[in-house]
């Protein structure tokens, strides 16, 4: 008999690719994928615990599945991911709705899990995460058809005193350079044309496999890869990006000149008692690196604002450094103490007012810097990827440049496209209009 499953991913495209994994070993068995909750006998929910508010959000959307137990439509609530990592067994007592918890390296367990007749399969399957799957795992790709995202390794080396993910996500664990070439084989062949390369840290990719491999290498593999048109490389840590990375992202065409370099601060206090072990002055020499290295490349960026002991002189500085370095992308979170981490023990914790308001200060002043830089793109002629209708008005067709990731960067919108445009195309535009984040083009003959 076929049951219904529901599946909720929340949290960021390392957990998307987990339940993309769930979701294709689900349909090798005795499973209906359906998209409402009031349809489904089973609904799994793969949470995220990175900081308190998603959490929270991931609590919120249990409780919320669970009534559907309740009503008496649901048969069985599965939850996974990060927040089941974060608090184990625990969850059972807090949670007694729920019929089964798998931690971040046992997700591959579900279909087991749902095939197991009742009484057999253990509640809980957590451990220490081991796990990351390879190019054999089914997995079924939910973002858009021409796009796509390729898990390259798991779990991370440092002990940055804010983050929580070593202890969410295990040690480094890079896929092997055949096993990923295989898996974006196949996700080419069945459309996607852009490949975004994701992992905790992309920078230590291969370091522990011990033969040599690295991210640059990789890069190389998969740009040979027929029907591929854009590669672009997520979550590099700023400290040993190799030089084979960055001759590959001059050299390469496919490779899109794009970095995703998370710095979180400036001030030397600050990134000292973050524990990122590097300066401003070593930062800087990073950034200038790269850019001397590929020309006209554009870097996004990620700063941590309110951290504890954080005072106005070393968040001016922060101010200081996001003015002189023109950064083309810039996301500013608020810290969040969170338990298990060397940060929430630290004193001098900043009221949340004081960390709002800086980081409502902080993208505004970047707010500023990308309009100008937008506004110098009108009148110039770009390739941009059609991704299809616009989420708040249908009626309006997007894309995005090369150097804007999907949705954590701006978006292109059509104005007056052919009719001949279609998700998927890769098709020439003049830019016409800009603001803060986005930009408004003409496609060409």
Same mark, same amino acid.
Do not use: F, K
């Given at each position: 008999m076929t049951e219904k499953v529901h599946l909720?991913?929340?949290g960021c495209p390392k957990n998307r690719v987990d339940s993309e994994v769930m979701v294709g070993k689900l349909q090798r068995g005795p499973f209906e994928m359906v998209d409402r909750p009031e349809d489904a006998d089973v609904i799994i929910v793969n949470t995220c615990s990175f900081i308190q508010p998603a959490t929270e959000e991931s609590i919120d959307t249990v409780l919320e599945m669970s009534g559907y137990k309740t009503a008496g439509s649901c048969k069985k609530l599965v939850v996974t991911g990060c927040m089941v990592q974060r608090y184990g067994a625990s969850l059972e007592s807090e949670l007694p709705e729920v019929d089964h918890f798998l931690g971040t390296g046992e997700y591959h367990r579900i279909d087991d899990v749902l095939t197991a007749r009742a009484g057999?399969?253990?509640?809980?399957?957590? %451990?220490?995460?081991?796990?990351?799957?390879?190019?054999?795992?089914?997995?079924?790709?939910s973002w858009m058809p021409h796009s796509a995202y390729l898990k390259i390794s798991e779990g991370c080396d440092h002990r940055c005193s804010f983050c929580i993910i070593p202890t969410l996500r295990g040690k480094l664990r890079s896929r092997p350079i055949q096993s990923l070439v295989a898996e974006a084989e196949r996700l080419v062949a069945g459309g996607v044309r852009e490949l975004n390369l994701v992992s905790q840290d992309s920078t230590a990719y291969g370091r522990d496999l011990g033969d040599g491999t690295d991210i640059g290498g990789l890069m190389r593999a998969l740009c040979k890869i027929e029907g591929l048109d854009w590669l672009r490389l997520h979550y590099v840590y700023p400290l040993g990006v190799p030089d084979s990375l960055l001759q590959a992202i001059a050299e390469e065409p496919k490779i899109v000149k794009y970095l995703d370099i998370p710095l979180q601060h400036a001030s030397g206090p600050m990134l000292k008692a973050m524990r990122r072990g590097v300066t401003r002055a070593g930062q800087e020499r990073i950034l200038d690196r790269i850019r001397r290295a590929v020309p006209g490349i554009v870097v996004r960026t990620t700063f941590i604002v309110g951290f504890p002991g954080e005072t106005e002189d070393d968040f001016a500085e922060l101010m200081d450094f996001v003015r002189a370095q023109r950064f083309e992308r810039v996301g500013v979170f608020t810290y969040h103490p969170e338990d @298990?981490?060397? @940060?929430a023990t630290l004193p001098d914790q900043?009221?949340?007012?004081?960390?709002?308001?800086r980081q409502r200060v902080l993208m505004q002043l970047q707010a500023e810097l990308s309009r100008g830089l937008n506004e110098a793109l009108v009148g110039t002629e770009h390739e941009i990827l059609i991704d299809g209708p616009s989420k708040e008005n249908p009626t309006v067709l997007t894309g995005r440049l090369s150097t804007?990731?999907?949705?954590?960067?701006g978006h292109v919108f059509l104005d007056g496209?052919?009719? %001949?445009?279609?998700? @998927?195309?890769?098709?020439?535009?003049r830019i016409t209009r800009a603001?803060?984040?986005?930009?408004?083009?003409?496609?060409?003959?």
């Open positions: 909720i991913s929340l057999e399969a253990p509640r809980s399957y957590i %451990d220490t995460p081991l796990y990351i799957h390879d190019e054999l795992a089914p997995r079924i790709n @298990g981490t060397h @940060g900043v009221p949340e007012e004081v960390r709002l308001e804007q990731a999907p949705d954590v960067d496209p052919p009719a %001949d445009v279609a998700a @998927g195309q890769l098709r020439r535009v603001s803060e984040y986005d930009l408004v083009a003409r496609v060409l003959p």
